[in-house]
């Protein structure tokens, strides 16, 4: 804690620092000839009102506008000056005569003009903090020689007020160095939240962090990504667009096109030149405003002049609220303005008091009569303040009969206000008076400090029955009516409550331009369509261009496109994916067809001849064309042909074993026989060069069993393929991967890679060759051996089949062509064996 000299030195340095020479009360003469003061010159309250009490409250009201051209009040505010302090002295009319509150203790008042400047009310609250400096006249005389008298100042244990969050920021520094407790209706700064610096501070309206953050709701409820914000400058317009930028950035979502500010002296065109910065983002149509009510109407009438009618979206403040001086001429502009208010109510018993006041029962106001010339456009005789050929005031005009009348909107808060005070004077009077009647000696001097803990604690049902509460901060709980400001068909003009917040937002009933029930929309880009992704603006999240999500990628988020898993393929949408279309060579595919058609002819010709051989077994003819031999290759040739219908039939693995087995078997079985053949005869003629005798091995017996040991070979490579690797299908998915993903197909076949076909294969090659170098050999025998040089045609003719299967079969797409291939070129090479 600071010592107590230090703390009189900031008072005092703060008193003298900025009016050493404003008032008179603070030196006991008027010149330096040391002339007393006339009271009847100078009367001490001409500019203030003063209800005497045993405990006097302080208030604040902004009875004037500010002034022009250097003068400090301008012209009279009825609404938000007369209104407003009237419903501090009704309250303390009400407390006073309640006999349960504060009982046998008046309160009275000291009611200052703020005139709308944070300046000359900090000037105008000095008047509350008199009666605890203390004045040393000792060194100053009387022209007389007699000491001064000093006029003993009112001492102000509460200050009611200020409206304006500035003025109350400027008069909460003075207020808390002498430790008098503050309580607005009005200020809704999140400055004042502070309760390091402004700790004597309380309102008994929500703090704008709550109105930022319903507004930010708001947004958000009308889809709007991308606003401007407008303040008038000072803490009031400042810190709301402050509050709702810090929202925005930390809730996300919403992005801010461009934050301005209205100057407090604008000058020319000034207006005009906002509308201008604020079309070159003309896709932020919202505009959220923390601006006084003049500044509100200056801004409409500037989007009027532009021709911006319609155009701009606005959600004011609860400065802007639900009245109607910022919208008058300018109603079509201001149609669908979304506002905010503190839930409110109008309090009745204002209404039947202010509606009965006049010149002759309200004399403690003092600004009353120049109310009174005001709102009758009259004047008061040849003293009335208003200038011009005015009809004179009758005194017997009445308020709501001659004039319009309707209750300001903070009444009900200034009430609350009030009663706060009162409400916290009577738990510490309980405290420290107990059973005492009226004002015991430890209240003699209020403890500001003391009573700041009692005013944080009250708890009660304000004017309107919402409760009056205030949190650690001293801030009332945020409750707002959500007003939009509408055109009826009938061209009626109205603010209509659409919903409220209190911790959410809830919202009804909302009408835009010509009826039109749709949201008009405030976004920096349009969404992007299915299957796009957004590639966001650098610095902007809520700009972005939209990309295509190309090829085989779908959109798996708002900002990226992912590729599919390989057997899938995106949807029509592309917002996932889905599984590619399974294929496999159908039988009425052209590829099945004419190889089907070949085999069939094949296996009946085929069929024909080994019915032939076997009817006539035991011809001589059958005999000699080598009948066991003949067998074994018929046998060779009729698997060749059998085996073009498990190439087409779907593969399963029964299917793909099968197709193991005799893909190479057949062939084997002819090249064996043939190889077996043309061996015999070659050995035949070079056993015949050498010696008489008959070489071994050349009966009919010897001929199978050479023949199916060539044979054996095969089938043990085959089965040992099968331990290696047993067959399975598989769905291959490369073989049609088209650009296009739509026509993207995966091929159903049988896992046989290249290499095991080759080895498969293989070993039928080697027989082929083989036979093909006997068939040359053999070539030059007597032709009585006529079947030496068919099959040595045979061999020459094969051999260039297989040179050009070979690179056409490994050389094309694994597709379902090249199945038809590999069956055309194997159902050729048997009719070329016949």
Not at 387 to 402: H, I, P, Q, W, Y
Not at 430 to 440: A, D, F
Not at 703 to 710: A, K
Request: proline share 6%; glycine share 6%.
């Amino acid at each position: 804690m600071e010592p107590q000299w230090n703390l009189n030195f900031y008072r005092q340095s703060a008193i003298f620092m900025f009016v050493a020479s404003s008032y008179t009360w603070l030196l006991p003469v008027t010149s330096p000839q040391r002339i007393p003061i006339d009271p009847q010159a100078a009367p001490e309250y001409a500019h203030s009102i003063r209800l005497d009490g045993d405990i006097i409250l302080g208030g604040l009201f902004p009875v004037h506008s500010r002034g022009d051209r250097g003068t400090p009040c301008g012209e009279l505010k009825k609404e938000k000056g007369i209104h407003r302090l009237e419903a501090m002295m009704f309250a303390i009319d009400l407390i006073n005569k309640d006999p349960e509150l504060l009982p046998n203790i008046t309160l009275g008042a000291r009611i200052l003009d703020t005139c709308s400047r944070d300046t000359y009310a900090l000037e105008q609250s000095l008047t509350f903090v008199q009666a605890l400096i203390e004045r040393d006249g000792s060194d100053v005389r009387c022209a007389n020689g007699d000491p001064p008298i000093f006029t003993k100042p009112d001492k102000i244990v509460g200050v009611i007020g200020a409206a304006a969050s500035s003025v109350s920021i400027m008069v909460a520094n003075i207020l808390r160095l002498f430790k008098i407790p503050q309580i607005s209706y009005a200020s809704t700064a999140p400055e004042l939240s502070d309760n390091s610096r402004y700790d004597f501070f309380s309102r008994v309206v929500p703090p704008d962090s709550y109105q930022a953050q319903a507004m930010m709701d708001i947004v958000t409820a009308m889809g709007w990504n991308y606003v401007s914000t407008l303040a008038s400058e000072g803490n009031y317009g400042e810190s709301g667009v402050e509050a709702f930028i810090q929202i925005s950035r930390e809730t996300g979502g919403v992005c801010i096109a461009q934050s301005l500010k209205i100057p407090r002296e604008p000058r020319s065109g000034e207006f005009d030149k906002i509308i201008r910065r604020l079309l070159e983002t003309s896709n932020a149509r919202a505009v959220i405003m923390f601006a006084n009510e003049d500044d509100i109407r200056r801004v409409l009438a500037a989007a009027k002049r532009n021709n911006q009618t319609g155009h701009f979206l606005w959600v004011g403040s609860d400065s802007w609220g639900s009245k109607i001086s910022p919208v008058i001429g300018q109603e079509r502009v201001a149609e669908g303005a979304i506002t905010i208010l503190p839930k409110r109510a109008s309090v009745e018993a204002f209404d039947r008091y202010f509606r009965s006041r006049s010149l002759s029962n309200n004399r403690r106001n003092v600004w009353f009569a120049e109310f009174w010339e005001e709102n009758f456009n009259c004047k008061l005789g040849m003293h009335g303040k208003r200038a011009g050929n005015l009809k004179k005031c009758t005194g017997l005009e009445k308020v709501g009969r001659d004039s319009s009348y309707e209750q300001e909107g903070k009444v009900q808060f200034v009430m609350d206000a009030v009663y706060a005070m009162a409400h916290a004077l009577h738990r510490m009077h309980r405290e420290l008076c107990y059973g005492y009647p009226g004002l015991c000696p430890r209240m003699a001097s209020i403890d500001g400090k003391e009573l700041l803990s009692h005013i944080r604690a009250v708890n009660f049902n304000g004017s309107a029955g919402t409760p009056v509460v205030f949190n650690e901060n001293g801030d009332a709980p945020g409750r707002y009516d959500i007003f939009q400001y509408q055109i009826t068909n009938r061209s009626t003009t109205e603010y209509r409550v659409i919903g409220s917040w209190t911790n959410k937002l809830n919202l009804k009933n909302m009408r835009w331009k010509s009826g039109d029930p749709s949201l008009p929309p405030s976004v920096c880009s349009v969404p992007c369509r299915t299957g796009e992704r957004k590639k966001v603006v650098k610095g902007v999240p809520c700009c972005w261009h939209c990309e295509r999500c190309e090829g085989y990628h779908y959109q798996a988020s708002e900002f990226t496109c992912e590729l599919c898993p390989y057997e899938m393929r995106p949807d029509a949408n592309r917002t996932g994916c889905v599984p590619i279309l399974i294929i496999k060579l159908e039988w009425h595919s052209p590829w099945a067809v004419v190889p089907v058609f070949i085999s069939m002819l094949g296996i009946v010709a085929t069929s024909f001849v080994i019915v032939t051989f076997v009817r006539y077994n035991d011809t001589p003819i059958v005999r000699a064309s080598g009948r066991e031999m003949s067998y074994v290759l018929l046998t060779g040739i009729f698997l060749c042909y059998a085996i073009t219908f498990l190439m087409i039939a779907t593969p399963d693995v029964g299917v793909c074993s099968f197709r193991r087995i005799f893909l190479g078997l057949g062939m084997c079985f002819s090249y064996a026989a043939l190889l077996t053949k043309t061996n015999r005869i070659h050995r035949i003629f070079e056993q015949g060069k050498k010696a008489v005798t008959a070489p071994r091995f050349i009966s009919p017996a010897s001929q199978l069993v050479i023949t199916f040991s060539l044979i054996s070979i095969q089938l043990l490579g085959v089965f040992v393929w099968f331990v290696a690797d047993p067959p399975h299908t598989v769905v291959d998915y490369g073989e049609q991967r088209t650009q296009d993903p739509m026509a993207a197909r995966g091929v159903l076949k049988c896992d046989i890679s290249d290499l095991s076909l080759i080895c498969s294969l293989g070993y039928s090659i080697l027989l082929m060759v083989t036979c093909t170098v006997y068939a040359i050999k053999t070539r030059g025998v007597p032709e009585t051996f006529n079947e030496a040089k068919p099959i040595g045609f045979t061999m020459y003719t094969t051999c260039i089949i297989w040179l050009a299967f070979i690179p056409i079969f490994f050389g094309t797409s694994q597709s379902a062509e090249r199945v038809g291939v590999a069956c055309l070129t194997v159902c050729d090479v048997p009719p070329l064996l016949t």
